[in-house]
């Protein structure tokens, strides 16, 4: 009976260490959930997306769709490039949203206190940060994740994109 105890007790405490280390995955950079809790995600198909964005109306903009409270880019097809700003509530997967302060805990460098940038660098399928952006990246190599911050050093707006749609900016209309 101790031993079955022992093991129910490890089990929880795994289960509790696993959660607690996923909520802080690279890939919770690279979506955002929507004000209808939908959530959308770099690479994800067109078709995907406007199956989640439904009917709602937007302006193409730079060969960009932006719908008042959000931007969507596409390159060959897939997700490659979102934004919001202003009073948007949407939010990044990880919980980050505009108005935040904490932003230091999500592997941002901030420069001159103005913006800030996280890099995350494929490596055999699986994304992990980097301190550093490389230029030669191809599509779906990388994903360079900004922030803008107010004078009062809050996210002001937020970027999330494809590294070689950040150098190159090739959308698709």
Same mark, same amino acid.
């Given at each position: 009976m101790k031993k079955?105890? /022992?093991c129910l007790v490890t089990a929880l405490l795994l289960g509790v /260490? &696993?959660?607690?280390?996923?909520g802080s995955s690279a890939e919770k950079m690279f979506g955002v959930k929507l004000?209808? =809790?939908d959530k959308l995600k770099l690479y994800m198909s067109r078709a995907d997306v406007e199956k989640i964005m439904g009917d709602e109306e937007f302006k193409l903009v730079n060969n960009?769709?932006?719908y008042g409270y959000i931007t969507l880019g596409y390159t060959d097809g897939l997700l490659s490039y979102i934004s919001f700003n =202003?009073?948007?509530t949407v939010s990044l997967l990880n919980g /980050?949203? &505009?108005g935040d302060t904490n932003y230091d805990k999500y592997d941002f460098t901030v420069y001159n206190d103005k913006d800030g940038n996280a890099y995350y660098k494929n490596n055999n399928g699986k994304y992990e940060a980097t301190d550093t952006f490389d230029p030669?990246?191809?599509f779906q190599d990388g994903v360079t994740v900004t922030?803008? /911050?107010s004078s009062e050093k809050k996210v002001e707006s937020v970027m999330v994109l494809d590294s070689y749609v950040a150098t190159v900016r090739r959308l698709d209309g």
């Open positions: 079955k105890m /022992l /260490l &696993l959660c607690a280390c996923s004000p209808s =809790g960009t769709y932006d =202003g009073d948007s /980050l949203s &505009l030669k990246m191809e922030i803008y /911050l």
